[in-house]
T-cell receptor
């Protein structure tokens, strides 16, 4: 079945460091890919998305490129801030699915220290 | 922020008791979802609804039922709570089922349920 695998956390880094969170997927169709972020005590918020191969999603300094050849959608940010501390979820949705169901990865906690 | 309210925010209950969680939206979105969040598992879909009185099962539906009698309300019921249902439950809504478009999922702030 469809699945998403992302690197385990926690990832701890200093302010202004470079962040990468790896995400790979398995899907029988042609998925759309998403990154969601969850701040403490809150629900998930959409961070960025990409709907086809080679698309790059970007938001708030974060970027991710849909790589069909490596079935990956790695999240990157060039210079993190303490406020980026959160749990990040990679997710996919099949374009053949008209019900809007998302398959989530297990989440990666990111801790940014001053 | 999307207008989604989950109630209660926290609940402690005993094994074997029925529990109902409520999700209320003010966006008039057609699609609503219940997910549970557990360490190491991310979010898993319990049930979803694609219209009033139209619901279907997700990947972890055993022990749960749902009802949607109005567009704005989606209820999740644990028929007889067990300790394995201790979790954080999230409701989500979407205007369109086509998430590849410009209609992402919007999430509520969650209900933390503890079954003792």
């Amino acid at each position: 079945g469809d699945s998403v695998t992302q690197m385990e956390g926690p990832v701890t880094l200093s302010e202004e460091a470079f962040l990468t969170i790896n995400c790979t997927y398995t899907a029988t169709g042609y998925p759309s890919l998403f990154w969601y972020v969850q701040y403490p005590g809150e629900g998930l918020q959409l961070l960025l998305k990409a709907t086809k191969a080679d698309d790059k999603g970007s938001n708030k300094g974060f970027e991710a490129t849909y790589r069909k050849e490596t079935t990956s959608f790695h999240l990157e940010k060039g210079s993190v801030q303490v406020s980026d501390s959160a749990v990040y979820f990679c997710a996919l949705s099949l374009t053949t699915d008209s019900w809007g169901k998302l398959q989530f990865g297990s989440g990666t906690q990111v801790v940014v220290t001053p | 922020d999307a207008g989604i309210t989950q109630s209660p925010r926290h609940k402690v209950t005993e094994t074997g008791t029925p529990v109902t969680l409520r999700c209320h939206q003010t966006e008039n979105h057609r699609y609503m979802y219940w997910y549970r969040q557990d360490p190491g598992h991310g979010l898993r879909l319990i049930h979803y609804s694609y219209g009033v009185k139209d619901t279907d099962k997700g990947e972890v539906s055993d022990g749960y039922s749902v009802s949607r009698s109005k567009t704005e309300d989606f209820l999740l019921t644990l028929e007889s709570a067990t300790s394995s249902q201790t979790s954080v439950y999230f409701c989500a809504i979407s205007e369109s089922g086509a998430l590849s478009g410009d209609s992402p999922l919007h999430f509520g702030n969650g209900t933390r349920l503890t079954v003792t």
